[in-house]
């Protein structure tokens, strides 16, 4: 699996963003996809999840203002950022969990940088 993620960029606060993220090659047996952030000085965290099932999960940060949707027709998935803060800057990655023989594999986009700045 390669994932390709795309959209950040600079934006003043209270703005919004779409990040995509396109992915290609053996993409079956998906468990759960997700975005994390990567703050300078700080370790990644958990921005948005969401899980073969269609179930979300939000940072308490981002709640309200973020919003996750899964592989497309297009075979890409998004996070729609609204209400950007100073805070939300971060290299955000694309993240795909996928289950093979009862263990779990991780593939993570290259990043791409969001600065919510005035």
């Known amino acids: 699996v390669q994932l390709q993620a795309s959209g950040g960029g600079l934006v003043r606060p209270g703005g919004s963003l779409r990040l995509s993220c396109a992915a290609s090659?053996?993409?079956?047996?998906?468990?759960?996809m997700g975005w994390y952030r990567q703050a300078p000085g700080k370790s990644r965290e958990l921005v948005a999840q969401i899980s073969s099932a269609g179930i979300t999960n939000y940072a308490d940060s981002v709640k309200g203002r973020f919003t996750i949707g899964g592989l497309n027709a297009q075979k890409t998935m998004y996070l729609q950022m609204t209400t950007l803060r100073p805070e939300d800057t971060a290299v955000y990655y694309c993240?795909?969990?996928?289950?093979?023989?009862?263990?779990?594999?991780?593939?993570w986009g290259q990043g791409t940088q969001v600065t919510v700045s005035s």
């Open positions: 993240n795909i969990v996928r289950r093979l023989a009862g263990n779990l594999n991780d593939y």
């Open positions: 090659g053996g993409i079956f047996s998906i468990d759960s």
